[in-house]
């Protein structure tokens, strides 16, 4: 396939065209050129691409989404997770642990590496840090991470243990992995159906403190700091929570952090409605929490945007806000929130949030935009009205605050894998 790409903006730091526009072609899913004009005869390139305030980056990751297979498949399959990616502009993408059963030894890990390895996008599979996800005992990382695991974690069901965390700090030294939490304390936090707050005070609900995630991010640093390990915590929701990694930062200790869309967007103010849709763990915050999320996003603090895509069928969402499931869908919508709301940022700094970053973090391969180079990048524009609607949701589930809200920026399509999907 021939595609050629006019007057792009490139946006990948490593890129000897870093910040330039430029036209790319690409043949057979290698970038074949770049150069100030590349003309091609119209009959000889599949497709050419020229729309105003185009901007290219090496494909974005994301971090932390739920495919639901096996065992899950009424809320999402690994098919339908990976269409709702691409539409995203995702090209690679880890996945939770949370199947049935749990990705917790190698042939499972296996399992998820063979079956995507098909798809339009490049899946990695978390493994679960304690066998059968009960955070009692360790499981086989070591086996895990040959076989194509790329961090480990319990995901939903964060490390309670510190004594097991301990452990699995020191162990993932040995070859230089990383332990993904998201920061919830379960004896102070697992009981509350919002934050703790006058919002939730008014609505009759009971709260879940900020304490409950405060707390569990000073125990893991004071273990970060012991082991000096590798700690990524995502789903940071309050201001001292942010305050305490970039701190953590300052000292030196390898750690890095990401935020969701949501927690940017939506605060505890916006619940009086009982939306289920914004029941999500860890739970919104207060406004100040909010803005704090944001001016840390803005100021580098925040390293990467995590979707935190959890699919959950009608029925876990279409009842009480009690007894409703938590999570939303979002691998869709990452972008256009994100942009909407810091649209100062720069088509770099939202390059290296949605992807660039996290393959550092976490060593995945550097597709660089350059000639000679195997393409996989996004392509995507700041400007431009954005609107998610059911008609083009791609999961299997409708679980999103984010239907018919206008937002900004648009992703034009991904090329990975040695194909061009374009929305």
Request: with cysteine; net charge negative; proline share 4%.
């Amino acid at each position: 396939m021939k595609l050629l790409i006019k007057k792009v903006l490139i946006a990948d730091r490593k890129s000897p065209f870093f910040e330039q526009t430029k036209d790319i072609l690409i043949v057979d899913g290698n970038i074949k050129e770049i150069a100030d004009e590349i003309d091609e005869i119209v009959e000889d390139t599949d497709e050419t691409i020229d729309i105003e305030g185009l901007i290219i980056s090496q494909g974005w990751v994301d971090i932390f989404t739920d495919f639901a297979e096996p065992g899950y498949e009424y809320r999402e399959s690994i098919d339908s997770g990976a269409a709702a990616a691409v539409a995203g502009g995702y090209s690679h993408v880890f996945v939770l642990p949370n199947t049935k059963p749990s990705i917790q030894n190698k042939p499972q890990v296996s399992y998820v590496v063979e079956k995507t390895r098909l798809l339009p996008v490049t899946v990695y599979p978390i493994g679960a840090v304690s066998k059968n996800i009960e955070g009692k005992d360790l499981a086989e990382m070591y086996e895990m991470q040959q076989a194509g695991a790329v961090a480990f974690s319990d995901g939903l069901h964060p490390v309670q243990s510190s004594g097991l965390l301990l452990k699995a700090l020191q162990y993932i030294n040995a070859f230089n992995g990383t332990i993904i939490q998201v920061p919830i304390d379960k004896s102070i936090g697992s009981f509350g159906l919002m934050t703790e707050g006058i919002i939730s005070t008014q609505l009759g609900l009971p709260g879940s403190p900020a304490l409950s995630e405060v707390l569990i991010i000073k125990r893991d640093l004071d273990l970060l700091r012991y082991t000096e390990s590798k700690l990524h915590i995502t789903g940071v929701s309050t201001a001292e929570s942010v305050a305490l990694i970039a701190a953590a930062k300052a000292e030196g200790l390898q750690v890095s952090c990401s935020v969701t869309p949501y927690h940017l967007f939506y605060c505890d103010e916006d619940m009086v409605s009982y939306d289920t849709n914004l029941k999500v763990t860890p739970p919104l915050r207060n406004r100040s929490d909010m803005m704090a999320l944001r001016a840390a996003v803005e100021n580098g603090v925040v390293d990467s945007i995590s979707s935190h895509h959890l699919p959950q069928n009608w029925d876990n969402k279409t009842c009480e806000f009690e007894y409703a499931a938590n999570g939303m869908i979002g691998l869709q919508t990452s972008f256009a929130v994100v942009n909407h709301l810091l649209n100062n940022l720069s088509a770099n700094r939202l390059a290296d949030l949605m992807g660039n970053n996290a393959r550092r973090l976490f060593n995945l391969p550097d597709n660089r935009i350059e000639e000679g180079g195997i393409a996989d990048f996004t392509l995507f524009t700041k400007e431009g009205d954005s609107v998610f609607t059911k008609e083009i949701n791609k999961s299997k589930s409708a679980n999103s605050a984010f239907f018919n809200v206008p937002l900004a920026g648009k992703v034009i399509g991904v090329y990975t894998k040695g194909k061009w999907n374009r929305n």
